[in-house]
């Protein structure tokens, strides 16, 4: 048989199958009428309990402590818990497009509820809440060209049972080196980063906004000013060498002028917030810095 011919049958008998019934599926017995189904029970079973068990979203401040405590506050919400999720997977990255009804929460920070909750709920009796303050996040990873500049945000507040208001003054440093924390890393992959000080002053400057400042209290009960948004401005001048770099914020000592002017306004609930050190920069902004044709 030529070799046409062969073709020609194989395609009839492919045409011939196409157009044959489907054959029924495996079949169980409805025990209601008695028919056979075209679907398992299983099926039946996850479609019904997908009806029936929807999402849980958690759309409200769970109940651990006086309603009372947050009355200063904007309104939490009703998508917090959801957006704040996405920002700690790094779904979320401009920080600038959130507004402060979802920072301002104490529940926007890590370790609220393990450490803060349980502390807030039994506070010592003994002490009094002089200084104390927290970043988010502690480090920044951004990518930027020689000769432009770029925006990188993080929140500090006021620690747990802090009553005072705290004067904070952010000094920048360009140490040698510097590490990033859990949870990022440079482009490449790498964390650790070794700069020459001079040559990342030289072609990178860097503005907080606002510095300095004051941070309410945030107990007994959670002011509006007890967490703030700092804007970290970078501007790289167009001669930077391509490569990773680090500029690093911590509190330093706050300008005699407003630390005159706040401890008049405040008396003895003020503080100098320049007493608070962690053994760290509280913030580390990391910065790649691509030039010519690199990416």
């Known amino acids: 048989m030529k070799?046409?011919?062969l073709f020609a049958l194989g395609l009839l008998l492919l045409m011939l199958a196409s157009c044959a019934p489907a054959q029924p599926v495996a079949s169980s017995t409805d025990n209601a009428t008695g028919e056979q189904k075209q679907y398992?029970?299983?099926?039946?079973?996850r479609v019904e309990a997908g009806r029936n068990n929807k999402p849980i979203q958690i759309s409200e401040r769970p109940d651990y402590l006086p309603a009372a405590m947050f009355e200063r506050l904007p309104p939490m919400p009703a998508d917090f818990y959801q957006i704040r999720q996405l920002v700690r997977l790094g779904r979320i990255a401009d920080l600038a497009?959130?507004?402060e009804s979802y920072w301002q929460q104490p529940?926007?920070?890590p370790h609220f509820e393990n450490i803060g909750v349980p502390l807030l709920q039994q506070p010592p009796k003994d002490r009094w809440g002089a200084y104390g303050i927290a970043v988010y996040p502690a480090d920044s990873v951004s990518t930027v060209r020689a000769g432009e500049s770029l925006d990188m945000y993080f929140y500090i507040k006021?620690?747990?049972?802090v009553e005072?208001?705290?004067g904070i003054s952010l000094d920048k440093n360009y140490p040698a080196r510097a590490q990033i924390g859990a949870g990022a890393e440079m482009p490449d992959g790498t964390k650790d980063v070794v700069q020459d000080p001079a040559v990342?002053?030289?072609h990178i400057k860097v503005e907080a906004d606002p510095n300095p400042f004051v941070l309410e209290p945030n107990f007994p009960l959670y002011n509006e000013g007890g967490t703030k948004r700092v804007k970290v401005i970078v501007s790289v001048d167009a001669s930077t060498p391509p490569g990773d770099y680090v500029v690093t914020l911590d509190t330093g000592i706050v300008p005699a002028d407003y630390e005159d002017q706040w401890m008049k306004e405040y008396l003895n609930l003020?503080?100098?917030g320049g007493m608070t050190t962690i053994g760290r920069p509280y913030y580390q902004a990391f910065i790649h810095i691509v030039g010519g044709d690199e990416e």
């Open 3 to 5: 070799k046409h011919t």
């Open 40 to 45: 398992s029970d299983d099926l039946a079973r």
């Open 97 to 99: 497009e959130i507004n």
């Open 107 to 109: 529940e926007w920070f």
């Open 158 to 161: 006021s620690g747990y049972l």
């Open 164 to 166: 005072t208001y705290q």
């Open 200 to 202: 990342a002053k030289r």
């Open 270 to 272: 003020y503080t100098s």
